[in-house]
């Protein structure tokens, strides 16, 4: 396994130079990059409690079926959740809009 994951001093150095710039790049050309932390986190916060809302008591996004916009929403809870584990997306998903969660078993999905 340690073979799997080496990589040679030099290139981890050069990584560790330019990943950092690259990923920072891609987030301002996306526009994320563009504001501030706090701003962020808000913008996730008002996405959440939009979706919270008009989901209501329906079973899906649009409807009793589900359709493409549920398999969307549920990726970017799935990302909130298991890719950054601790983050401050994960506790809002789990606190605040942690209703969200009940339309979304991942059970359903395995069928997209």
Request: net charge positive.
């Amino acid at each position: 396994m340690d073979k799997i994951l080496y990589v040679p001093p030099l290139k981890l150095k050069l990584l560790k130079l330019l990943a950092p710039r690259k990923v920072k790049k891609t987030l301002h050309e996306q526009g994320l990059g563009r504001y501030a932390y706090d701003d962020m986190i808000r913008l996730v916060q008002d996405d959440l409690r939009n979706v919270s809302t008009y989901l209501g008591t329906k079973a899906f996004y649009l409807g009793d079926e589900m359709t493409e916009v549920d398999c969307t929403i549920f990726g970017f809870l799935a990302q909130a959740l298991w890719a950054a584990p601790g983050s401050p997306h994960e506790k809002l998903v789990q606190g605040k809009f942690h209703t969200v969660l009940s339309f979304y078993p991942t059970d359903s999905y395995t069928a997209y």
